[in-house]
């Protein structure tokens, strides 16, 4: 399996907890990005890594909100005191790179994990 | 910053008709148009793309057109199959976004009746 994986793929969590999300990128790919997606809406970026530098996280939308990558491949998205609004599918994606051709520039994407905070 | 607009929300049509899905985006500077294909179940499939520096392109059914001047870009399906059912994104990416950060459209649900 070549592919993006997430665990878990559902996270039940009851209001005031935290939780952990794992994302394994396609081996090699330098580039990992984290999106929201809300019902019925399109994915909204959180952040972004590249290697294990987090050069953007201007997608988070609030302090407790805190992602890391530390040995530049698998990456976790942890959410401390979740609250309802928190509820959505996380989604991971991974590239090759950041600039060239398309095959640096796809973004792979994984299943996705779907919280719901109760 | 970037805003990428997308429409219809929900399509219905009969298997063998073709589909038109529209999008704006509000940021000049965006380059990079992907579409994503979205299954239950299944993570997002990019189906095809298209840069700034091309008008159009084309892989068997599906097809891409991009108009910069008006900012806007739309996908095309042509002779849909029961298969083409599920949700399309579309995106849109600036180089001056550290990464490459995707913008999404809301997304269209689109349904192919047998």
């Known amino acids: 399996g070549a592919g993006v994986s997430q665990s878990p793929r559902y996270k039940v969590a009851k209001r005031g907890q935290d939780v952990a999300l794992r994302c394994d990128p396609i081996s090699g790919h330098v580039s990992l990005f984290w999106y929201q997606q809300a019902l019925g809406q399109g994915p909204e970026f959180l952040t972004y890594f590249q290697n294990e530098a987090q050069l953007d996280k201007s997608g988070l939308p609030s302090d407790r909100f805190f992602a890391e990558r530390p040995e530049g491949s698998v990456s976790t998205l942890k959410i401390q005191r979740t609250q309802q609004e928190d509820s959505a599918v996380y989604l991971c994606a991974s590239s090759l790179g950041t600039s060239g051709a398309r095959s640096y520039n796809e973004q792979f994407f994984g299943p996705g994990t779907r919280l719901t905070v109760l | 910053g970037e805003n990428v607009e997308q429409h219809p929300s929900t399509l219905s049509v009969q298997e063998g008709d073709s589909a038109v899905i529209k999008c704006t985006y509000s940021?000049?500077?965006?380059?990079?148009f992907p579409w994503y294909k979205q299954e239950l179940g299944k993570g997002s499939q990019l189906i095809i793309d298209?840069?700034?520096?091309?008008g159009e392109k084309k892989d068997q059914r599906i097809a891409v057109t991009l108009n910069k001047t008006a900012k806007h870009f739309s996908l095309h399906i042509t002779e849909t199959q029961p298969e083409d059912s599920a949700v399309y994104f579309c995106?849109?990416?600036?180089?001056?976004?550290?990464?490459?950060?995707?913008?999404f459209g809301q997304g269209t649900e689109l349904s192919v009746k047998p």
């Open positions: 995106a849109a990416r600036s180089p001056y976004n550290q990464g490459g950060k995707l913008i």
């Open positions: 940021d000049s500077a965006s380059n990079y």
């Open positions: 298209i840069r700034s520096n091309v």
